[in-house]
């Protein structure tokens, strides 16, 4: 029997964190900065909740400011520098040493903090301006139960917070977990599970669907904040930890479990064209793989002690349309592609938009399709997609606008599809 899919939704902490989020967009401040500080302040609620660092640690740091919150920003800005400088947990004594141009506003809080090699703490942020009113509304996101929250919050928490005119202009677009769940069910999930359904018994056929599902590798190249491949990588890790379960029920000699996790967020890789996405989705893989692993030590009462990797190398910035995806995952390794690209219009592309559209939309003797850029953006992710699995038989599987089947774009996009690659539907 399918277990269930996890689904934790929380408005109460959306609205906790959308008000912190608002009441420190003050004038001056870069709205995209903004976005990355607030990811750094909340990673560390969220690691605090996997027991990445000790427990209550990130937010008694922060209450120790002033009641009026006038050296808050100050002492957030030296806890940012201290993780990003760090190279291991510090003691008081090389404490000074390793900061010699800043003082450190309370040496024994910071111990418990440790380096991160991650991008979301390699820049220097200017700081923000606190008083009692933001610093009691940071506060308040303590009353959070942040390892009770799924990592998909981080992608509808800022699809609010992202200027209607510049989602607009790069035809960003948001999709509901239910949406994504219908999208990658007939794709790759419905057939794992009824595979599942016929091999659980077996012992020797179990270790075998177990290799074959952690070896699946999975491309979106338009994760945006990374949903698609957050919502894969669980389904997946779930589907692994019930062949785990069976495999305990018909070897009763199974050795230790944490050996035995080999779904990896490695295999899930993204290109995203902006940083804070990127980051965004890193950040939300990094979750849902401290979540699973808590879910694994809980099925099997474990005190199960995994470092989810924080350094997700698989997301890379990068343009999708002009980078070639082989470089991102080989064809021989990859299993599936999916996603959300871009809904932009002919009339709303820019020069620079409709120029790989028109070099992708030709038939095999180069004669273009796209007469007059009618093309919807997200065409271009067709092509590639095309190119990508020409010669395999690697399924794909986008979410997309009613234009590509309709009125004189469906010549302008199929023919040269269909002329190119041998395409093949389900």
């Not at 027991?51 to 806890?79: C, N, T, V």
């Not at 380096?115 to 979301?120: R, S, V």
């Not at 606190?130 to 610093?135: H, Q, V």
């Not at 994504?180 to 012992?203: H, M, Q, R, S, Y």
Request: glycine fraction near 6%.
């Amino acid at each position: 029997m399918k277990i269930p899919t996890p689904v934790i939704h929380n408005n109460l902490a959306i609205g906790k964190i959308t008000r912190l989020y608002n009441a420190l967009k003050v004038p001056g401040y870069d709205q995209r900065l903004l976005k990355v500080y607030l990811l750094r302040l909340l990673f560390g609620f969220f690691a605090e909740g996997a027991g990445f660092i000790p427990r209550g640690s990130w937010g008694a740091y922060l209450a120790k400011s002033r009641p009026d919150g006038a050296d808050l920003g100050e002492r957030i800005g030296q806890l940012f520098e201290f993780i990003n400088l760090s190279d291991h947990i510090l003691s008081g004594d090389n404490l000074s040493n390793s900061r010699p141009t800043q003082k450190t506003p309370d040496a024994a809080a910071l111990r418990p903090f440790r380096h991160l090699n991650w991008a979301l703490f390699s820049d220097i942020l200017p700081l923000a301006d606190f008083d009692a009113t933001t610093r009691n509304k940071l506060l308040d996101c303590r009353q959070i139960n942040w390892n009770g929250l799924s990592p998909t919050i981080m992608g509808s928490l800022f699809q609010g917070s992202v200027e209607k005119t510049h989602r607009h202009a790069m035809g960003a677009h948001y999709a509901s977990e239910a949406n994504i769940l219908k999208l990658i069910k007939p794709l790759f999930l419905d057939g794992l599970w009824a595979e599942f359904e016929l091999v659980k018994t077996n012992e020797a056929a179990l270790k075998k669907f177990h290799h074959k599902i952690s070896h699946l590798k999975f491309l979106d190249p338009a994760c945006v904040r990374g949903l698609f491949l957050i919502i894969a990588y669980r389904e997946t890790r779930l589907l692994e930890l019930e062949n785990i379960k069976f495999s305990a029920t018909v070897d009763q000699k199974m050795g230790p479990i944490a050996p035995l996790l080999k779904v990896s967020t490695r295999h899930f890789y993204g290109l995203e064209l902006e940083k804070s996405p990127e980051l965004i989705a890193q950040m939300g893989l990094w979750l849902m793989e401290s979540q699973m692993s808590f879910r694994v030590a809980e099925t099997f009462g474990l005190d199960l002690t995994i470092s989810p990797v924080l350094k997700i190398s698989t997301i890379r910035r990068a343009n999708a349309l002009t980078i070639d995806w082989v470089d991102v995952v080989p064809k021989s390794e990859l299993s599936y592609i999916l996603g959300n690209p871009p809904f932009l219009g002919s009339k709303a592309q820019t020069k620079e938009q409709r120029q790989p559209i028109a070099q992708l939309a030709v038939d095999n003797q180069g004669t273009p399709f796209n007469q007059g850029g009618i093309l919807d953006y997200v065409a271009g992710w067709f092509f590639r997609s095309a190119q990508m699995t020409r010669d395999t038989r690697i399924p794909a599987a986008f979410v997309s606008t009613s234009s590509i089947v309709q009125g004189e774009r469906v010549a302008a996009l199929w023919r040269p599809l269909m002329e190119q690659f041998p395409l093949r539907t389900p």
